[in-house]
């Protein structure tokens, strides 16, 4: 009988610690750069989490604060050192390195680049701009973006610099350009009056963003996935890409169909992801 008792009050303790277990996962914030768009990612990520709430159970999504580059963010994510997730374009290296989601966060819009330029710098971007031209000015990234990589190999002269930097290096002209994806150039100068956003040109490559895990965080890679591909199924990531404050004025702001288009390749895309270029229900089509 004693045993028996035992027994009841360890699957009753056992049910009440699983009843109470809950996934918690770090991500990284910036207090002194604070960045506005990436709203988009953490709720996105919170809908992934919600729609697992059934086979995965509760969770708890929990900001941290380190000043620093995607680049160390990815590597403590790799390093299992307090962040568990993290959010970039991909690339080979990075895809081995860590866990990929492969489901397209932004269904394509980040490989779509408009210009953020000096105002009065309009007319070197005319509308019948011609792809040597363009490769005859100047381009701005981060020193750790996979973009920079992309766009050295189509033949465009880049200068790079810390990503915090490269705005402020835009107004003193050491570059003509920078580029960025469709949802980010309004957010990042509402208060820079001496610059704009060029009108004429959108330069396009296959650049899927996507969270990444450690390689070792099956649960966490297996939960995200499930609840990405649920909310893809029932219309609620769709809803939210398409009515996010972050993302919902981009069609109206970017004109994109009276743009001229660059087409560009990714030398640094994986056959993983090459393949799910080939998979309609993860992108949008913003372009003709």
């Given at each position: ?15 009440l610690f ?53 680049g ?65 000015l ?19 002269n880049?200068?790079e ?97 009276q743009?001229k ?8 895309l ?10 309609p ?8």
């Amino acid at each position: 009988m004693k045993a028996f008792t035992r027994s009841i009050l360890l699957l009753l303790i056992t049910a009440l610690f699983s009843a109470q277990a809950k996934d918690v996962v770090n991500y990284n914030i910036s207090k002194k750069f604070p960045d506005p768009k990436q709203a988009y990612y953490i709720d996105l990520l919170d809908l992934a989490m919600e729609k697992s709430i059934d086979k995965y159970g509760d969770y708890e999504l929990v900001p941290v604060v380190f000043e620093m580059p995607q680049g160390r963010t990815s590597i403590m994510v790799q390093l299992n050192q307090g962040i568990d997730v993290t959010w970039r374009v991909t690339s080979q290296e990075l895809e081995k390195r860590l866990q990929a989601i492969y489901v397209p966060l932004l269904k394509g819009m980040m490989g779509h680049r408009i210009f953020i330029i000096n105002k009065g710098d309009q007319e070197k971007f005319s509308e019948d701009m011609t792809l040597s031209e363009l490769r005859g000015l100047l381009a701005g990234q981060g020193y750790d973006w996979p973009d920079s990589i992309i766009l050295q190999h189509n033949g465009i002269n880049v200068v790079e610099g810390g990503a915090h930097k490269l705005l402020d290096m835009l107004q003193k002209r050491r570059f003509d350009y920078f580029p960025r994806a469709l949802h980010e150039p309004w957010i990042e100068i509402a208060d820079m009056p001496d610059l704009t956003v060029e009108e004429n040109i959108l330069i396009r490559y296959p650049a899927p963003f996507y969270f990444f895990v450690n390689r070792e965080n099956t649960r966490l890679s297996e939960r995200i996935t499930y609840g990405l591909e649920s909310a893809l199924a029932d219309g609620s990531f769709d809803s939210l890409f398409l009515y996010h404050p972050v993302t919902e004025d981009v069609m109206r702001l970017t004109k994109i169909h009276q743009r001229k288009i660059f087409l560009f390749t990714n030398p640094i895309l994986s056959e993983k992801s090459q393949q799910l270029l080939q998979e309609p229900r993860y992108w949008i089509s913003l372009s003709r």
